[in-house]
């Protein structure tokens, strides 16, 4: 194998809140009205919490990624605020369900060691709700170094498992998918590595049965140095 493209969340950085942010919608849209002073009632909850949950792919999966002008656009129309806080309250709905990431505890070691091989080293991750990729790839700054190639649903345009975003990164580091690595933690990222063509490794921390197509299966990302000559 060529080169190795990981997932973000859940493979090189582990995140405390859960995949499926609905249950958290109107704390966090609380946190940002108690932080810039904006007065949101009963029904500007409900409406972005509406909005938010015709994009959240864990209730309405879809094929191609939405931008986060898009979807704060129509939240911010409909709870009075003017369209030139949004960037304002981007960053705080984003950095809430960011707090306390951090590389899990083999991933720097592991990306490092991958580095001095050679082996060129790419991610390719699904954001949610349109998270600009200056808040998504901030979770690997400190992985970034070793990491030539840092893609995300943004730069695609389209989500896992289509196939778009592997064959961008085959054509970027001029390396054929079949000789491509792909690690991932979910079913779709191993459906996404299979129909590409890519060698897919499902990084199973858990130790729970996960019978999602792939062609390898592993418990630490330093067992891939194994497989790396």
């Known amino acids: 194998m060529k080169a ?14 859960p995949f499926n942010w609905s249950k958290l919608y109107r704390p966090a849209f609380e946190t940002i009205a108690n932080k810039y002073g904006y007065r949101f009632t009963e029904r500007h909850y409900q409406h972005a919490g509406s909005v938010l949950a015709k994009y959240n792919t864990r209730i309405n999966p ?5 931008s986060s002008t898009q979807i ?3 939240i911010l129309n409909g709870m009075n605020v003017p369209i030139e806080d949004m960037e304002q309250v981007k960053v705080c709905f984003y950095s809430y369900f960011r707090q306390g990431v951090s590389p899990f ?11 001095a091989k050679g082996v060129p080293l790419g991610t390719l991750s699904d954001v949610a709700y349109g998270m600009d990729n200056v808040y998504a790839l901030e979770d690997i700054m400190s992985l970034r170094k070793y990491i030539k190639y840092p893609f995300t649903s943004n ?7 289509c196939v778009e975003g592997l064959k961008m990164l085959s054509d970027k580091m001029n390396i054929a998918p079949s000789d491509i690595v792909f690690v991932g933690d979910e079913k779709k990222d191993m ?3 299979n129909n590409a063509g890519a060698y897919s490794v ?20 330093m067992e891939l140095l194994d497989s790396v000559k």
């Open 62 to 66: 879809r094929d191609y990624e939405v």
């Open 72 to 74: 704060f656009t129509e």
């Open 155 to 161: 730069d695609v345009g389209y989500r896992k498992p």
């Open 105 to 115: 505890p083999e991933v720097e070691q592991t990306l490092k060691l991958l580095s």
């Open 202 to 221: 499902l990084i199973n921390r858990e130790g729970v049965i996960k019978n999602y197509g792939q062609a390898k299966e592993i418990s630490s990302l």
């Open 4 to 17: 190795i493209v990981f997932d973000i969340g859940q493979t090189l950085i582990e995140y405390k809140t």
């Open 191 to 193: 459906l996404c590595g």
